[in-house]
Each structure stands twice: as structure tokens, then as C-alpha cells.
């Protein structure tokens, strides 16, 4: 922007960084149309925003501190005690934080018929990335050895998580069901302990599953089922929403999570209505998949709550939503 506008970046002001910020607020993705703008049609994300804008503070930091500068032209936002109105003062570009985006009720069923028709081991993966609430580095790292078929967990290595905390996840019995299938069908492929998941590419034939692999699969089949909202994060959205509808307490939520603190849970406790006062009519609208039939504080936990094709128990992840992925006569039962 500078070299367009003919401005050297060491004596530029805050009219020149105002200028940056509107050319990011209308520059198209470079992706083109595989990205989907939150926002509006086109312009980078808002946090997309705040992370270009970093550099450029923090390179100004460095001219002051230089004594090349006197002043940074990228304001930051600031809280100084005892001024009027709370003392708070505005950063250059407001920070928004939104709530994560969770599929209704048709829409997950139009993904779970979509996926119905994949290979076993892409089945089995969004089944476990449900079931788990598994990252995607989480998920696409799993070896061998972190499943326990008997006791129906797997470990997530602490060196594979967001935050470096090692934890233990259930996962459902319909999803042990395509499990087994997966692991028949990877001795076909390859008998060597390692990664769970292995390429059936012809070009990378048994070596592990990479990231971009599973995002394309995700990413085909949000396409197919006409959901271009779906991504690999949403089954972990969608797991820990409905764990908090389920009753399940703040802290039970962090640590299935793996939050390092609660503040990161409390998004799925807004998104899963149990705020609402008993006296909304949004509380007890059953028309749609949110529900979300709200439970007074002293309802008895043997209460359970269905939506239109999905029941849930509180038993070791023990979510019915992965059934119709799974290839088995009739209907599995598991311990509520």
C-alpha cells in the first residue's frame, strides 16, 4: 500500500494506516470463491484484520523504540482507572466475537446422508470427531495405541492439542461398531502399528492421513449435502453444545474439551439455551432442532430431552446422532 501510494512506511500516519484498514475491509480472498466471507461478500474476516495489523503495530513499536518515531500510528485499545465512562479506549478495528455456528437439525441430517455413502474410514472419522469433540490435529493424529476398544476411549497426546493437556474421551457403541469395521479394513491396507488413519491414495498409498486430506473430505461432503457452512471444527461445536443441553456441568464440559479455562466453554453453554429464563417461548419451541426444551434448575436428571430424529444420554458420550453412519442391521442399544 505504501509503494502504491507513494509513502514512506517510516513517517506514516494514522491517515495512511486508516487507508490500509479500508483496502483490507474490501480486498477479495485470493482463494476466491472457496471461502466463505462471514462478514459480507467480500473483504477479509475481522479477525483476519486484527492479525494483519499486528506486524504493523508491532514495527512501529520497534521504530520507537529506536527513537525513530514518536508516536505508534496503529492505535490499541487501552484501560485507564478513574476516567470518566469506565476509562475504556477504542483499538483502530473493534474486536467482534461471535458465537461458533452449529448445523440444525435438517441440515446434520443432510450431512449424516451425504457421509452415508463414504469409504469406512472417513465414516468412522466424523463419527469420532463428533462423539470426542476432536480437534482436527487430534483427530488426524490418533495412533494405534491411544484406542481402549473395552473400555470404548481413546487418549488425545498432549503433544497433538491445542494447549498441551493430555485428556481421555469416550466415544459411543455405535461408533466402536464402524471402529471395528475401520480396523479390518486397515490390515488390508497396512499391519504396522502407528497412525490410525492411513492415505488410500495412490500416491501416498498407507502413509498417514495429513490434514489437508481430512478438510477436503469434510469440505466435499458440506458441498454434496448443501451445508458450505460445515467445516472439521463444527462436530466439535456441535458435541460440546449438546453435552451443555444435556445438563452437563460448566467444568465436566472444559475437561471433555480440554479447556485450559471455562471462559472458552461458556460460548456453548450460550449457544445451548440453558440461560434462557423457563418463561421464553424460545425455551420450549419443538418445532426445530435447538429446543431445546429447557430443564429448571431442579428438574430430576433422569428427565431427557429428543429432538425430531436424535436422542442423547449422559452415558460416556453415548450420542445416537452417528447411528445412520453405521452399517449394522438393526438398532444398536447402549447404556443410558
Not at 208 to 237: C, E, G, M, N, Y
Request: glycine share 8%; net charge positive.
Amino acid at each position: 500500500m505504501c509503494e502504491r501510494e507513494g509513502v514512506d512506511p517510516l513517517v506514516a500516519g494514522r491517515a495512511h494506516i486508516a487507508v490500509y484498514v479500508r483496502e483490507l475491509t474490501e480486498r477479495p480472498s485470493r482463494r476466491g470463491a472457496n471461502v466463505l466471507s462471514i462478514d459480507s461478500g467480500s473483504g477479509l474476516a475481522n479477525a483476519t484484520i486484527q492479525q494483519r495489523l499486528v506486524p504493523v503495530r508491532l514495527f512501529y513499536d520497534f521504530l520507537m523504540e529506536e527513537g525513530l518515531r514518536d508516536s505508534n500510528p496503529v492505535g490499541r485499545g487501552r484501560y485507564t482507572p478513574g476516567r470518566r465512562w469506565g476509562g475504556h479506549q477504542r483499538g483502530l478495528v473493534p474486536q467482534l466475537t461471535k458465537l461458533p455456528w452449529i448445523p440444525s437439525g435438517q441440515q446434520w441430517l443432510a450431512i449424516l446422508d451425504v457421509a452415508r455413502e463414504e469409504p469406512i474410514r472417513n465414516r468412522v472419522m466424523l463419527a469420532l470427531a463428533y462423539d470426542s469433540a476432536l480437534r482436527r490435529e487430534e483427530l488426524c493424529s490418533l495412533r494405534t495405541d491411544d484406542l481402549d476398544p473395552a473400555h470404548r476411549t481413546l487418549r488425545v497426546r498432549a503433544e497433538t492439542t491445542k494447549n498441551r493437556l493430555e485428556r481421555v474421551v469416550p466415544y459411543s457403541a455405535s461408533t466402536g461398531v464402524l471402529m471395528s469395521a475401520y480396523l479390518t479394513h486397515r490390515a488390508t491396507v497396512s499391519r504396522a502399528r502407528g497412525p490410525l488413519f492411513l492415505s488410500e491414495s495412490r500416491r501416498n498409498y498407507g502413509q498417514p492421513l495429513s490434514l489437508w486430506t481430512w478438510s477436503k473430505v469434510v469440505r466435499r461432503i458440506a458441498v454434496a449435502a448443501d451445508v458450505p457452512q460445515f467445516s472439521t471444527h463444527t462436530t466439535r461445536h456441535l458435541c460440546l453444545t449438546d453435552l451443555a443441553r444435556m445438563g452437563w456441568e460448566l467444568h465436566a464440559i472444559a475437561s471433555f474439551a480440554g479447556h485450559r479455562h471455562t471462559d472458552s466453554t461458556l460460548q456453548y453453554i450460550h449457544l445451548s439455551g440453558r440461560t434462557w429464563p423457563t418463561s421464553s417461548p424460545a425455551a420450549w419451541n419443538t418445532s426445530t432442532r435447538g429446543a431445546y426444551r429447557h430443564l429448571p434448575p431442579h428438574t430430576s436428571r433422569r428427565r431427557r430431552w429428543r429432538s425430531d430424529c436424535i436422542s442423547a444420554g449422559p452415558a460416556r458420550g453415548g450420542r445416537v446422532r452417528t447411528l445412520v453412519l453405521a452399517d449394522h442391521p438393526g438398532p444398536i442399544r447402549h447404556r443410558c
